[in-house]
């Protein structure tokens, strides 16, 4: 007589069902924690720095802005190539052209997607009342210069903003 295998046919039961749903939950937490954790390595979700602080004193940057647009103040940044490499030139003009009457002057260059390579510029007076610094050192691409200087007005100082997207060849 001929052997016959005896094949025993499989069942799914609730504990398969359970084991199949653990492994599949537990195989996406794990891709989530990864994405999660390279999301949040590369860009942390805020570029100001204390943006808490500065939604406190909104109302004071509305008015401020608010004055500037009446005093007919402009900025004026850009680059300009020298012997050692690029310049950052900064003008803060009035409404005849002139230039601003500052108290202090802060400068910062940032990349634009990251704050990990934000760089404080400290820039010089020159004598025609220009700002500028040498950059020649940074790497090339694409920056935002942002100039914050206090502004004499009236009783009070003002805080005069502007920024500019440059290009670093």
Same mark, same amino acid.
């Given at each position: 007589?001929?052997?016959?295998?005896?094949?025993?046919?499989?069942?799914?039961?609730?504990?398969?069902?359970?084991?199949?749903?653990? @492994?599949?939950? %537990?195989?996406?937490?794990?891709?989530? #924690?990864?994405? $999660?954790?390279?999301? =949040?390595?590369?860009?942390? +979700?805020?570029?100001?720095?204390?943006?808490?602080?500065?939604?406190?004193?909104?109302?004071?940057?509305?008015?401020?802005?608010?004055?500037?647009?009446?005093?007919?103040?402009? @900025?004026?940044? %850009?680059?300009?190539?020298?012997?050692? #490499?690029?310049? $950052?030139?900064?003008? =803060?003009?009035?409404?005849? +052209?002139?230039?601003?009457?500052t108290q202090d002057i802060q400068a910062q260059l940032r990349r634009t997607v990251t704050g990990v390579e934000d760089?404080?510029?400290?820039?010089?007076?020159?004598?025609?009342?220009?700002?500028?610094?040498?950059?020649?050192?940074?790497?090339?691409?694409?920056?935002?210069?942002?100039?914050?200087?206090?502004?004499?007005?009236?009783?009070?100082?003002?805080?005069?903003?502007a920024s500019k997207k440059l290009i670093i060849p």
């Amino acid at each position: 007589m001929p052997a016959t295998a005896t094949r025993k046919s499989f069942r799914l039961t609730g504990l398969h069902v359970f084991l199949l749903l653990c @492994a599949f939950f %537990g195989f996406m937490f794990i891709v989530n #924690g990864i994405f $999660l954790w390279a999301a =949040l390595s590369s860009f942390p +979700g805020e570029d100001e720095q204390k943006s808490y602080l500065q939604g406190l004193h909104y109302n004071e940057a509305i008015s401020a802005r608010r004055i500037q647009k009446q005093q007919g103040w402009s @900025a004026q940044i %850009g680059l300009t190539p020298t012997e050692a #490499g690029d310049r $950052l030139v900064v003008r =803060l003009l009035d409404r005849e +052209g002139a230039p601003l009457a500052t108290q202090d002057i802060q400068a910062q260059l940032r990349r634009t997607v990251t704050g990990v390579e934000d760089v404080p510029i400290v820039l010089q007076r020159g004598p025609d009342g220009d700002y500028f610094a040498d950059i020649s050192l940074l790497d090339k691409g694409v920056w935002e210069a942002r100039v914050q200087a206090t502004v004499p007005y009236r009783t009070d100082d003002v805080e005069f903003v502007a920024s500019k997207k440059l290009i670093i060849p």
